[in-house]
């Protein structure tokens, strides 16, 4: 389990990031803060794009800058949304989550437009990820004969 001061700190972190996205579309602001076991703290917001497919979430932005940052081994993620309940990571996220940790603390959080927290969530990634797709454990084809 987290300590309770490393998730004030990432609460704190991916609320600043929310308030960074870039959501001209859908104006769904959304901040994630990672925790690694060696102490790093990496942040990424929502950054959309007008072809959908080319936008960049949260999560995998803080991803991104962890490996960026030669880091790894998240232990905790904090994702902040807007509403009246926290919103969950995205199927891709949850996906991008699991490539580097089989099982982390999830704290999802929401807040309303004044920036007062609304609501909170704690979930673990392998219940919203229960059958994460590892590479690893798929058996390798055979390499093609070489002529």
């Known amino acids: 389990m987290t300590a309770p001061a490393d998730l004030r700190r990432l609460v704190a972190e991916a609320r600043a990031a ?23 703290v990496y942040v990424g917001c929502n950054v959309e794009n007008a072809t959908y497919g080319a936008t960049l979430c949260a999560e995998r932005a803080a991803v991104a800058a962890m490996v960026v940052a030669g880091d790894a081994e998240p232990v905790a993620c904090v994702v902040v949304t807007a ?46 990820l229960p059958k994460a797709f590892r590479l690893r454990s798929v058996p390798r084809a055979p390499a093609a004969p070489r002529r």
Not at 102 to 108: A, I, P, S, Y
Request: hydrophobic share 40%.
């Open 83 to 128: 509403g009246p309940s926290p919103g969950t990571p995205c199927g891709i996220c949850r996906q991008v989550l699991a490539e580097f940790a089989r099982d982390m603390q999830v704290l999802l959080v929401a807040e309303d437009d004044a920036g007062e927290i609304t609501a909170r969530s704690t979930q673990r990634l392998a219940a919203l």
């Open 18 to 40: 929310r308030g960074r996205a870039y959501a001209p579309y859908s104006r769904y602001r959304v901040g994630a803060a990672l925790l690694t076991r060696r102490g790093g």
